[in-house]
């Protein structure tokens, strides 16, 4: 039931604990001509679709059609609907990269990104466009 009303909708779900996937998101939002919609840590569909679908938590994934994608993998396709120039070179550099390779690359940000980018106490406030798409 609940699957059938998320199952048409481009979701990311992230955490929002640093300033990289604040920025992140902020990036998209301007680049997706509104594509995306959006679920933090403190939504219900982020938390069953965490609870109920996948197995750790990431700091960024991408629901769309049933499925749910993580690591390089969810940044691939989020990065695929934005349009400029930046997205798509890195879309196809990640593309071209073993799948070995990115998830490394995005499990090590990931464990340092705190460090690097400082913690958020809270979510992204959320603010114009980012208000409007969240679920």
Same mark, same amino acid.
């Given at each position: ?6 199952? $048409? /909708? @481009? %979701? ?5 604990? +640093?300033?990289? +996937?604040? $920025? ?6 301007? @680049? ?5 919609? %959006?679920?933090? /840590?403190? #939504? ?13 938590? =990431? ?11 993580? /690591?390089?993998?969810? *940044?691939?396709?989020?990065?695929? @609907? +934005? ?11 990640? /593309? %071209? ?13 990931? =464990?340092?990104?705190?460090? *690097?980018?400082?913690?958020?106490? #809270? +979510?992204?406030?959320?603010?114009? =466009?980012?208000?409007?798409?969240? %679920?």
């Amino acid at each position: 039931m609940f699957d059938e009303m998320i199952d $048409n /909708q @481009h %979701l990311i779900l992230y955490d929002g604990d +640093c300033m990289l +996937c604040n $920025n992140f998101l902020k990036y998209v939002v301007l @680049h997706d001509n509104g594509y995306f919609k %959006l679920a933090d /840590q403190n #939504s219900k569909k982020f938390n069953y679709l965490i609870k109920y679908r996948v197995k750790g938590k =990431e700091s960024i994934y991408y629901y769309s059609e049933g499925k749910i994608y993580s /690591q390089s993998k969810a *940044i691939s396709k989020i990065l695929s @609907h +934005c349009n400029n120039l930046a997205s798509k070179i890195a879309y196809w550099i990640i /593309q %071209l990269t073993p799948r070995f390779i990115g998830d490394f690359f995005y499990d090590t940000v990931a =464990e340092y990104r705190r460090m *690097i980018y400082g913690i958020n106490n #809270s +979510c992204l406030v959320p603010t114009g =466009e980012i208000q409007k798409r969240l %679920l």
